[in-house]
């Protein structure tokens, strides 16, 4: 087993300390909506927010801001991720990126076998930039990076519906297995889309996270 496979296993980890947990990305006012109210419909506004969302844009970047690592380039790096942050559609959406990007750049401080320096011109750098980042110092392959990027995301979505909707924990699985069996087609995609295919048009989502910023009573972070 390399070395590059345990660090990936590291970064996709809920166990990292960056937060991400405490976000439901609109989800939690999916649920109050009414929008999401079982196993079916959880895995539609899931699946709908993974295919459309997060690796026809996000993970495209994420790709980008790969191959720019490698290539040494911050003027590129600079540009895709003051992009990236003009597409957050709402407060929180843009807050929580900001927030697990300066976690997670923390954290690789404090592990102290990076050349975090590389980071230091990067003022407020967003999630995907400083975890593109992470995999350029591991030498973790892009296809597997991607393909884990897209995993964290979708536990973590799935997770959030386990304690919203409720529902027990094998039908948390459940989704786990069947959305995963996704994510290598996605991950392919966002490899080889040109920056000028993405799109993350995705209007339910968007008016979902603008309401969870003043909804009431909240379990997750805004």
């Not at 799935?158 to 087609?185: C, D, I, N, S, W």
């Amino acid at each position: 087993m390399s070395t590059a496979l345990i660090r990936l296993m590291q970064l996709v980890s809920p166990a990292l300390p960056v937060g991400a947990y405490t976000y439901s990305q609109g989800l939690e006012w999916a649920v109050e909506a009414g929008t999401v109210q079982r196993e079916a419909s959880a895995q539609a506004w899931i699946e709908d927010c993974l295919e459309f969302g997060v690796a026809r844009f996000e993970a495209v970047y994420l790709s980008h801001m790969i191959r720019a690592w490698q290539k040494g380039s911050s003027a590129e790096i600079l540009e895709l991720d003051a992009a990236f942050l003009a597409s957050r559609e709402t407060s929180e959406l843009h807050a929580e990126t900001l927030q697990m990007g300066h976690s997670l750049a923390r954290l690789l401080r404090d592990l102290g076998d990076f050349p975090t320096q590389s980071l230091e011109q990067f003022a407020e750098p967003s999630y995907p930039l400083v975890w593109s980042f992470a995999v350029n110092a591991w030498s973790i392959p892009m296809e597997e990076a991607v393909t884990g990027y897209l995993w964290a995301w979708l536990e973590n979505q799935v997770m959030a519906a386990v304690k919203l909707v409720p529902f027990g924990q094998t039908v948390g699985q459940r989704l786990l297995v069947t959305l995963g069996e996704k994510l290598p087609a996605c991950a392919q995609a966002a490899l080889q889309m040109p920056m000028e295919q993405t799109s993350n048009y995705l209007p339910a989502f968007a008016i979902a996270s603008c309401c969870h910023e003043t909804q009431y009573t909240r379990l997750f972070r805004s």
